[in-house]
């Protein structure tokens, strides 16, 4: 398990604060620092720092303490008198070091909250032991989220099995050959915009280590007409949600954004000049090479809690293909049978989609990836893709023809004039979507959990029983390159006890029981 080091802004304050998270740091300590937020985006940053890590968590200070999850080892604060308002967020397995006046005297003092340790920092009363430590991880599913798991799982240690019931990794909606990252801009920054943006400067940070993967080329977010274009105008001038920093998205006039785009667009857009175009395919090969795991496909199985070990049996013949002490269903709509449980049980349903493909000699002049009521995106072989369509089901719903025409209809929104494109092929692919367009990740509550409970009204997600050892990371939706890693980061840090980096509102909107079904009385 992680050391896991929590300074609150009291104590980062004090000159005693540097060193000491200098030294926790080159113990490789996981250290977060929390940082009061007068203006600016919210959220959580993260850097190497030798071999600690180094987390920034800014938030307005009335948010601070709860968006900050526990699960901390040690907290660093300024003295007793100051303690007293971080106590949600402390455990008993946290030990918690003042750094201004060392506390004396009566261990009752401050009300009774802290006790002596023996190693002279003060404990929360309770039962501090620490949770088990996960040595071997299952994980179900090869595609871009398991992809992702499996290698946040190994950066802490955990020895993974990867199946998959495809032939290959990265086949299903994971086998495009390109895909656009960029967050998604709201006004009222609810939590696809928050979740979008965060996960997207998480990725940017992973794409530093596989820029093979990665063509930093930009991307214009077009305004679908003239009501919203005045909409994002408004937001602006009124510094909604908060002023934004030119470096991270610019809201660029329509002049300007055909410069950047090379296109004649109908109106101006959110310019987002770090994020482009991801090739999905061979971003989850490398993942899995780096993560070390060991990789089975064509093996179709089910996942079974046997023995306190889960157990994935292959469908035909039952006979063990892995076994841990963890488990990750990973598989998209296939995470209903690879669990055994109801095909509605987690909200999830499917959507079928086809991009269309158009020559390399289409649309030659676009500079960037393209996208807002529909969207353009150049592949590494130079060909453009023009889509998508949303199809209910996993099959099609229209003819090739009218999907391709459908592509091109909301892609000629826009734009002025529309050049004349060919049509060449296209890739289909069905994407897993929750009833709130949110993706799932997190421990997983089964329904043999849920039998014979009831509540008085909708219970709260903490009052829910989870499934022993086992976490999902499925329903990533479309947006699924732009938030999946940080979503395989709050898995993997919930698995092996480490604070997870998603505030506490974004846990919340993602996890999996939220679709529980449950009695009220």
């Given amino acids: 398990m992680t050391q896991a080091v929590l300074i609150t802004p009291e104590a980062s304050a004090l000159p005693e604060a540097g060193a000491l998270v200098d030294a926790r740091l080159a113990a490789g300590a996981l250290v977060r620092v929390l940082a009061p937020l007068d203006k600016g985006a919210p959220g959580v940053e993260e850097r190497r720092v030798g071999p600690g890590r180094l987390q920034t968590f800014r938030f307005p200070e009335r948010e601070l303490r709860r968006e900050c999850a526990g ?249 063990v293909a892995a076994e841990a002490e963890a488990a990750v269903a990973a598989s998209a709509l296939d995470a209903c049978a690879v669990l055994d449980a109801p095909a509605d049980f987690f909200g999830l349903s499917p959507l079928y989609g086809r991009i269309s493909l158009l020559r390399d000699t289409d649309f030659r002049d676009v500079r960037c990836a393209v996208t807002g009521h529909g969207y353009l995106v150049r592949t590494e072989e130079g060909f453009c893709g023009v889509g998508a369509t949303y199809e209910q089901g996993t099959e099609p719903q229209i003819t090739a023809v009218e999907a391709h025409d459908r592509n091109m209809e909301a892609f000629s929104r826009l734009l002025t004039d529309t050049p004349e494109a060919l049509w060449g092929g296209y890739y289909a692919g069905v994407r897993a979507v929750a009833r709130d367009r949110m993706p799932l990740a997190g421990p997983v509550t089964l329904p043999a959990e849920l039998e014979g409970l009831t509540f008085r009204g909708r219970p709260e997600l903490k009052d829910l029983p989870v499934t022993e050892g086992l976490w999902g990371l499925f329903g990533l939706g479309s947006r699924g390159l732009t938030w999946g890693r940080i979503l395989a980061e709050h898995v993997a840090a919930e698995m092996t006890g480490e604070p997870t980096i998603l505030p506490a509102s974004l846990a919340r909107a993602v996890a999996p029981a939220r679709f529980a079904p449950v009695l009220s009385r």
């Avoid at 040595?135 to 595609?143: F, I, Q, S, T």
């Avoid at 930009?218 to 937001?235: H, L, N, S």
């Avoid at 998205?249 to 300007?256: E, F, H, Q, S």
């Avoid at 109106?267 to 780096?290: I, Q, Y």
């Fill in 71 to 319: 699960g901390w080892c040690e907290v660093l604060l300024a003295d007793p008198a100051s303690a007293r308002s971080w106590r949600a967020i402390l455990t008993p397995a946290a030990r918690c070091r003042f750094l201004g006046t060392p506390p004396a005297g009566d261990p009752r003092r401050d009300g009774g909250v802290w006790l002596p340790g023996e190693d002279g920092a003060w404990r929360v009363p309770g039962d501090a032991s620490a949770p088990p430590r996960i040595r071997r991880a299952v994980v179900v599913g090869a595609g871009i989220a398991g992809a992702f798991t499996a290698y946040e799982l190994a950066r802490r240690g955990v020895a993974v099995d990867v199946i998959d019931r495809w032939g290959a990794p990265a086949n299903g909606a994971s086998a495009l050959r390109a895909a656009i990252i960029h967050p998604h801009w709201q006004a009222a920054d609810g939590p696809t915009s928050r979740l979008t943006r965060q996960g997207f400067g998480r990725m940017l940070n992973l794409l530093d280590d596989f820029p093979e993967a990665f063509d930093p080329c930009g991307v214009m977010d077009v305004a679908e007409d003239d009501a919203e274009w005045a909409k994002w105008c408004r937001a602006v001038e009124d510094g909604r949600p908060f002023p934004v920093p030119e470096d991270f998205a610019r809201l660029t006039d329509r002049d300007a954004a055909r410069g950047r785009t090379g296109l004649p667009l109908a109106r101006g857009g959110w310019w987002f000049p770090k994020a482009g175009v991801v090739r999905p395919a061979l971003l989850a090969r490398r993942l899995l090479e780096a993560s070390g795991a060991r990789v089975l496909m064509g093996a179709e199985v089910r996942l079974t809690r046997e023995d306190g070990l889960w157990r994935a049996r292959f469908v035909r013949g039952g006979a």
